[in-house]
């Protein structure tokens, strides 16, 4: 493995990544800088924000380098949702695929995306709301979603750190 390479839009992505470089001594790179410093073929890890099912940069990332394995980063927990993820993004069977629950914050989001979560809150927010039989992690998403939330623990890379050590 020679670098960890990641898209972020409100910086959990980008945090994440430089955790598990750290923890993994390897160096860490943003798409921007990758494209200039790294040559392709280069083995990376992958890790992308979530936006409707899509792993941000993902696409492109696969072009150009051999990803060994992907991390999507979202609104929930994580660990949940890698068969999804991983058929909405058609990443083959042989790259391991891990979900890592980041921040959400409808407050600290321009544009675009702002208004596209300021509807998702008031209709998937409001039938949560509803809903009587919430699931903990319907909750977790719901609260999320109403206050925000910061959810960027070291604790949840430990799927990626220890795949990476046992592969070594
Ligand atoms: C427009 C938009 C769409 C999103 N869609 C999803 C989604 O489909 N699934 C999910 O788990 N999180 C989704 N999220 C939540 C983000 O993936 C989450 O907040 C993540 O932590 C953002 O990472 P970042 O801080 O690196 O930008 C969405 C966020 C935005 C703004």
Redesign the pocket.
């Known amino acids: 493995m020679e670098a960890v390479v990641y898209t972020?839009?409100?910086?959990?992505?980008?945090h994440y990544a430089k955790l598990l470089g750290y923890e993994l001594s390897v160096s860490v790179y943003s798409t921007e800088e990758a494209g200039n410093k790294l040559p392709a073929g280069t083995e990376i890890i992958y890790l992308g924000?979530?936006?409707?099912?899509k792993i941000q940069g993902y696409g492109l990332a696969r072009k150009k380098y051999k990803i060994c394995a992907v991390c999507a980063?979202?609104?929930?927990q994580t660990g949940t949702?890698r068969k999804e993820i991983r058929e909405k993004n058609s990443i083959p069977g042989k790259i391991p695929v891990f979900t890592l629950q980041?921040?959400?914050n409808v407050e600290k989001?321009h544009g675009m995306?702002k208004m596209?979560?300021s509807i998702?809150v008031k209709t998937a927010g409001k039938a949560l709301e509803k809903k009587t039989d919430r699931t903990p992690e319907e909750e977790d998403i719901l609260d999320m979603m109403l206050h925000g939330g910061e959810r960027v623990r070291i604790q949840n890379l430990q799927g990626v750190i220890s795949w990476y050590n046992g592969k070594r």
């Open positions: 972020s839009n409100t910086g959990s992505t980008e924000w979530i936006m409707a099912g980063v979202g609104m929930g949702q980041g921040n959400f989001l995306y596209m979560m998702m």
